[in-house]
């Protein structure tokens, strides 16, 4: 990554927080994006003085395509190319699909999917005009597998996930590269996310860790290793990178006996129901 120039959306926390760490640590120019501007300056400011890389932010939200463009041009013209596109800011709305109203639907869509989409459209040009170039799509495992409670979120995982391996088979003849990234439960604060502030509250809201965790049996996983798992598929361009080992087992037991997953989240999802179904305290 020496010498590379970066662009990681949703980078003033979780995993594009660690990405643009890592990223830095191996000496690539990391421009952070984010909605929130102040924390994306505060994230950059942070990363700049560990080095050997170096670390600039701008402001970016990826639902509005005319600021994503702008977004490429300013790194365009401050670094002569953009070797690296991190696709990765998001959301999470979870709750039960009666509970969910349009806006909810909407919302999801707007992010995950036109988000990535966005970005797309204003990186992929450049790259192919650049002859070379990289665009790491952040999708998930629920990309990968069935997401009840979850079912907006894991719709929009699906579809990056399409998008991703179809680019990539165009890309190729065009020396640009296409991956997309599909982690299990990472420690970071979409497992704690009440849904947007502005949008009715789902009785999922505020729960996810405490689902996510029980169905994963185990800890999260830490945002800065996936971070490291992340650059090793990128390295070694994977069309689907899948982390930690745990995501990768259910994922290959998915395409292997898809029966047999199903059964284990009906079990899971009885528990999620009963939860559900208590009193907050």
Not at 26 to 51: C, F, K, P, T
Not at 72 to 97: K, Q, S, W, Y
Not at 249 to 261: C, E, F, K
């Amino acid at each position: 990554m020496q010498g590379r120039v970066a662009l990681v959306t949703g980078g003033a926390s979780g995993i594009g927080r660690a990405l643009s760490g890592a990223l830095v640590a191996r000496g690539a120019s990391v421009v952070v994006a984010d909605i929130n501007a102040s924390r994306a300056a505060a994230v950059a400011s942070e990363l700049d003085g560990r080095g050997p890389g170096s670390a600039t932010s701008l402001s970016l939200d990826v639902a509005d395509a005319g600021g994503f463009q702008r977004a490429v041009g300013e790194v365009r013209d401050g670094h002569g190319r953009l070797d690296l596109l991190f696709n990765n800011a998001g959301i999470g709305i979870g709750g039960p699909v009666e509970e969910l109203e349009l806006a909810h639907w909407e919302r999801t869509i707007d992010v995950n999917l036109r988000g990535v989409m966005h970005g797309v459209v204003a990186v992929y040009p450049l790259m192919v005009e650049q002859g070379h170039g990289h665009i790491v799509n952040t999708a998930s495992l629920a990309g990968l597998l069935p997401f009840p409670f979850g079912v907006p979120y894991g719709m929009t995982k699906h579809a990056v996930v399409g998008l991703s391996v179809s680019l990539r088979g165009e890309a190729r003849a065009h020396g640009v590269r296409v991956s997309a990234v599909c982690p299990g439960v990472i420690d970071t604060p979409i497992l704690d996310s009440e849904g947007p502030p502005d949008l009715p509250r789902t009785r999922f809201a505020g729960r996810g860790r405490e689902m996510f965790l029980r169905s994963n049996r185990g800890p999260a996983y830490p945002p800065e290793r996936l971070a490291e798992d992340v650059l090793r598929g990128v390295e070694r361009n994977r069309a689907i990178i899948v982390a930690p080992a745990r995501a990768r087992t259910i994922w290959l037991a998915n395409r292997i006996a898809p029966g047999l997953v199903e059964r284990l989240l009906t079990r899971e999802l009885k528990w999620v129901r009963q939860k559900l179904a208590e009193p907050r305290e």
